[in-house]
């Protein structure tokens, strides 16, 4: 990751990807949502509602791989020292709580008519919920670091110590057996029918996509308010 310690060669590459991440994954989530509202049949048990998995499980896993990459980012910027650790470990901690937030969100509104109830303090939900308020105060503290003109450490501490969540998210349904389904889909095995299985990658890598093209853009925007925070400086001693 060293070869992208120069600012400009990490925008050089990021500039032409950035699009193409965003509009690839805008048409496979647009094939996944036509394909999941229209073609799969409906759930012998739960109905049409069974339909929300096509957003809940892409959301509920860039939550998790989200804090992942913050979690490497803040790995390499104690570490190596990266240049650009921190600057990527901000930009995708507000994408992953809002991918987190509509993990939620959604879970919530499929929990509704599934278990007659819009919130149960289940191990996974419980555990998600957890995840949703390390993002924020990982935003809080990265927002106060750099408002005093530096990378924080402790933000970086932050997000190592955070990433103890993800292992119980993870093991949550197996740890506690309460409202919240088992594992649906394992390396090996999936419950879930072929006929309804189909759109599920490709909701997976459509939003996988747009969440890498959010990140770039993030990091284009922090590197950019950085060379004018830099230029202020310079003129204010001038």
């Given at each position: 990751m060293h070869i992208f310690a120069n600012p400009n060669r990490f925008l050089a590459l990021a500039r032409p990807l950035t699009p193409w991440l965003g509009w690839s994954g805008a048409l496979l989530v647009a094939v996944a949502a036509v394909s999941g509202l229209?073609?799969?049949?409906?759930?012998?048990?739960q109905?049409?509602?069974v339909r929300i998995l096509y957003v809940h499980v892409p959301a509920a896993w860039l939550g998790m791989a989200g804090w992942s990459g913050l979690?490497?980012?803040?790995?390499?910027q104690l570490v190596w020292r990266h240049p650009l650790a921190a600057v990527a470990a901000r930009a995708i901690a507000v994408p992953g709580a809002l991918f987190t937030a509509i993990c939620l969100a959604t879970g919530s509104i499929w929990?509704?008519?599934?278990?007659?109830?819009?919130?149960?303090?289940d191990g996974r939900l419980t555990s998600m919920l957890v995840l949703f308020f390390l993002y924020i105060a990982y935003v809080a503290?990265?927002?106060?670091?750099?408002e005093r003109g530096g990378s924080s450490r402790v933000a970086a501490i932050f997000g190592l110590v955070g990433?103890?969540?993800?292992?119980?998210?993870?093991?949550?349904?197996?740890?506690?057996?309460?409202?919240?389904?088992?594992?649906?889909?394992?390396?090996?095995?999936?419950?879930?029918?072929?006929?309804?299985l189909w759109p599920l990658p490709i909701a997976l890598i459509g939003f996988s996509l747009l969440f890498a093209a959010i990140v770039l853009m993030r990091m284009r925007a922090l590197l950019a308010e950085g060379k004018v925070e830099a230029r202020l400086k310079r003129m204010a001693h001038d």
């Open positions: 229209l073609v799969t049949p409906r759930d012998y048990l109905g049409e509602s979690a490497v980012a803040s790995l390499m929990g509704r008519p599934t278990w007659g109830t819009w919130w149960e303090w503290l990265a927002g106060a670091s750099s990433a103890v969540n993800l292992p119980i998210i993870h093991y949550s349904v197996l740890w506690w057996r309460t409202l919240h389904q088992g594992q649906s889909i394992t390396l090996t095995k999936s419950t879930i029918d072929g006929s309804m």
